[in-house]
C-alpha cells in the first residue's frame, strides 16, 4: 500500500493524491494494484468513520473529491489495459429533487469500487433512468432527500419491474420499510454502503 496516497485520500489532499498516483503510474505500477491496494481501502476507510459518525458529510465530499480527482488519473489507464469494469450503473436523483451530494458521494464509491458510473443527474424522471439502461446500466439508484419526492421512486421502480433491472434507492428520509413497501431491489443508508447493497442486488460477490 501506498500509505502516502491512503492517507492523502482520506484528508481529502487532492495536489497530494494526483502527485502519488502520478509517480506510481511513472514507476510502472500496475493502476488496478493501484486502485485495489491503496485508493479503495482508503475511500472504505473513511465511509466507515462516516458510518461510525466519527467523520461528517464535509469530510466524506473532501475525501470523495481527492479520490475522484486520482480516478481522473487512472480510469484512462485502466481502459488502455483492457480492464473491464464490474458492471455499469446508473445514478440519479429522482423528478422534482434537486439536491445531489449525497448522490455525488455514491457516484464515487461505486466508482472507486470499480463500477462504471453513468451519473444522470438530477430531477431525473422515468425516460432518463431509462435511457441510460437504454445505453447499458443493469441496475439504477434513485436518491431523494425530500419526502414529497420519495413517491417517484415507485413510478421508476414499477417502471422496471418487468425488465430484468435492478433499482436501488436511498436519501435521508427513505428507509428500509419504503424499500420493501415500493419493491425496490435494496436500500441503502448512507453512500458507504451502497457498494455493497449494489453488488448484492447485482448477484456479484464483494
Known sequence: ????????????KRKIVIQ?????????????????????????????????????????????????????????????????????????????????????????????AGFEVNDIGVDCDVAKFEQAVEEGASLVCCSALLTTTMPYMKEVVDNFAN????????GAPVTQDYCDEIGADGYAPDASSAVNVVTSSLGLSA
Open 1 to 12: 500500500m501506498n500509505q502516502e496516497l491512503f492517507n492523502s485520500i482520506c484528508k481529502g
Open 163 to 170: 425488465k430484468d433491472i435492478k433499482v436501488c434507492i436511498g
Open 20 to 112: 502519488e498516483v502520478e509517480k506510481e503510474i511513472a514507476a510502472g505500477n500496475d493502476p488496478v494494484e493501484v486502485l485495489m491496494g491503496s485508493m479503495i481501502p482508503a475511500m472504505r476507510d473513511i465511509g466507515d468513520k462516516f458510518s461510525r459518525n466519527e467523520v461528517f458529510v464535509p469530510e466524506m465530499l473532501i475525501a470523495a473529491r481527492a479520490m475522484q480527482a486520482g480516478l481522473n488519473i487512472i480510469e484512462p489507464k485502466l481502459c488502455e489495459a483492457g480492464h473491464e469494469p464490474i458492471a455499469k450503473v446508473a445514478v440519479g436523483t429522482v423528478k422534482g429533487d434537486l439536491h445531489d451530494i449525497g448522490k455525488n458521494l455514491v457516484v464515487m464509491m461505486l466508482k472507486g
